[in-house]
């Protein structure tokens, strides 16, 4: 079993969407949470870092951590065409070290 | 903002040849990675350095590889002698330790290209 999966989609939705990007992580140790996105050839920014359960919101962006269910989502609102790209999920999974997990991302692609 | 930089953006190699990949990580940050994604394929981890030694590393990491923190803002990635499959996006990452986790920066990669 992966320990971070993720539809590679991709993902077509309108200009101003509000987009729903999901993840599973398969232990119920992992802790803390990253959100990536990743432009074709680029390296991945960090958006969203997250710990443990509950919601958190940036802007137009918000994470949520399901802890029960080992699900993370991360929302984009008024979706815009620049936010075509890669969307990454990672955890730091089980180790002090920093070592992060990531899920194969998903393919987003706003349409005007 | 500070960003973590990464030399050279493209490097073009041939096999059985050694390269080197260098980055200059975010200055207050503590703790150095190596990651690396081949075209297509998930980001996967090499190494972290912590305290100038290294603190993990994956199967991927073997004996062709090293890492070094040659002075106070370097850190760098050797591979001795590359094979075909070292092609691939080379990404360095830094980060603080916030809250008990550590929220990692990443560089915008160093693409290998071995022939």
């Known amino acids: 079993q992966k320990e971070v999966e993720q539809d590679p989609g991709p993902l077509s939705v309108p200009e101003g969407a509000i987009v729903s990007l999901n993840c599973t992580y398969s232990n119920s140790a992992f802790q803390y949470f990253m959100w990536y996105r990743q432009y074709s050839r680029k390296g991945p920014e960090l958006l969203m870092y997250?710990?443990?359960?509950g919601n958190k919101e940036d802007g137009r962006f918000t994470a949520q951590v399901d802890k029960s269910s080992k699900y993370i989502s991360l929302f984009i609102r008024d979706s815009q065409p620049s936010d075509s790209a890669t969307y990454l999920c990672a955890s730091d999974g089980t180790s002090n070290t920093g070592k992060l997990i990531f899920g194969q991302g998903t393919t987003l692609q706003v349409k005007p | 903002e500070p960003e973590v930089t990464q030399t050279p953006s493209h490097q073009v190699t041939q096999m059985g040849q050694e390269v080197i990949l260098r980055c200059v990580p975010i200055s207050n940050h503590l703790y150095f990675y190596w990651y690396r994604q081949i075209l297509g394929q998930k980001v996967e981890f090499l190494v972290s350095?912590?305290?100038?030694?290294?603190?993990?590393k994956s199967e991927i990491f073997d004996d062709q590889f090293s890492v070094e923190r040659p002075d106070g803002s370097n850190f760098t990635l050797k591979i001795r002698s590359t094979k075909l499959e070292d092609s691939a996006m080379y990404f360095c990452?830094?980060?603080?330790?916030?809250?008990?986790?550590?929220?990692?920066?990443f560089g915008p990669g160093t693409r290998l290209t071995v022939t």
């Open positions: 350095f912590y305290n100038n030694e290294i603190s993990e």
């Open positions: 990452a830094s980060s603080v330790v916030a809250s008990g986790g550590h929220e990692q920066y």
């Open positions: 997250t710990y443990s359960s």
